[in-house]
């Protein structure tokens, strides 16, 4: 679970107040100050930490301490940051890179470590950066907010990790073939596992999992980025419990990776590719009887998974195949779940 430390040092003291309310409010987990009174007033819920108990980068040769503090701007002090985020329960770390390079070489030496990250983040900009590194990131973040907003922001960019999801068995009703229609592929910024795809459905209320083009093809390459997802009008989803048309998905979108586990994760959109195809519609039930719907290019390469990542070409489905689904709940309006009547057919 990524975490945050508020550093109170620099916030104007009219602020001060305010600041502290919001990140007790929002459960962040420390707060760095020098002022004994504010920490004091702490509840118990809020780490109160103090400059006097991180150990500085002069001190920590012996690494002997329990937490560091590393300004990291050169070869040796980047060795430095390495052997205390590998030996101590908490390492702060300043990097004078704007890169993030120095940052991939410590998370690289602390990989199997039980100590804790925080990295220092000028901005709520560069903290999503930072969290999200190497597809690890850093364990916590410092930041010193100017005002209390940025306190409740930072607790929402924490929050948006993305939750597993119960992925269900649906069984084939039915395969039928129409003719042209238009199919969004989504190109995205990131290489898919082979038992890894995005949800689509024609209904809010169901998904199927698409797989992407991990697989051998034959006449072309595979395009590991690539999910030739359905017909414009299909429903896909994102995160946050939020579904977009593919229609509206483009350069700079977010959607959902979702695995055969129900493993999740947001992947950023490169492009989206909308074709005139040919179309064919998959109808197939859960156990419960649900019914889910979804219309994709009629074509051999056009792939969904079924349990245990097993791999289905559309044009080969016959009835009783399983596939991977996800049921939702809810309705939908303009994207967010809504509790409301709706029957779609």
Request: proline share 5%.
């Amino acid at each position: 679970m990524k975490f945050a430390w508020i550093d109170l040092r620099t916030v104007p003291q009219a602020r001060l107040e305010a600041v502290v309310d919001a990140a007790i409010h929002t459960r962040m987990q420390g707060v760095l100050c020098d002022d004994e009174s504010v920490l004091k007033a702490l509840p118990p819920t809020v780490t109160a930490v103090t400059t006097a108990a991180v150990t500085e980068e002069k001190q920590l040769y012996g690494l002997d301490a329990d937490a560091a503090w590393v300004d990291v701007h050169d070869e040796p002090s980047l060795r430095l940051a390495c052997a205390a985020a590998v030996a101590l329960p908490h390492t702060v770390v300043r990097f004078a890179d704007p890169t993030k390079i120095p940052l991939e070489i410590v998370l690289a030496a602390a990989d199997r470590s039980a100590g804790k990250l925080i990295t220092v983040c000028a901005d709520l900009e560069e903290a999503a950066t930072v969290l999200d590194v190497l597809e690890r990131g850093s364990d916590g973040v410092l930041l010193a907010p100017s005002d209390a907003g940025e306190v409740f922001a930072l607790a929402r960019l924490l929050e948006a990790g993305t939750s597993p999801l119960e992925l269900t068995t649906l069984t084939v009703d039915r395969i039928e073939h129409h003719g042209l229609g238009d199919r969004v592929c989504v190109d995205t910024c990131t290489h898919f596992a082979e038992d890894e795809g995005i949800l689509v459905g024609s209904y809010s209320t169901g998904f199927i999992l698409c797989c992407s083009e991990t697989h051998p093809l034959p006449y072309m390459p595979t395009r590991p980025f690539r999910v030739n997802a359905g017909a414009l009008h299909s429903y896909v989803l994102g995160p946050e419990n939020r579904t977009n048309y593919l229609s509206e998905l483009g350069s700079g979108s977010t959607t959902l990776a979702v695995n055969s586990e129900g493993r999740t994760r947001p992947v950023t959109v490169g492009r989206a590719k909308l074709e005139s195809r040919p179309l064919l519609t998959i109808t197939a039930r859960s156990a419960d009887g649900t019914v889910v719907s979804l219309t994709v290019q009629d074509d051999w390469h056009v792939r969904v998974l079924g349990p245990g990542g097993k791999v289905h070409n559309v044009t080969e489905l016959r009835q009783g195949d399983e596939l991977l689904g996800y049921l939702a709940t809810d309705q939908r309006h303009v994207g967010f779940p809504i509790g409301e009547f709706c029957k779609e057919h």
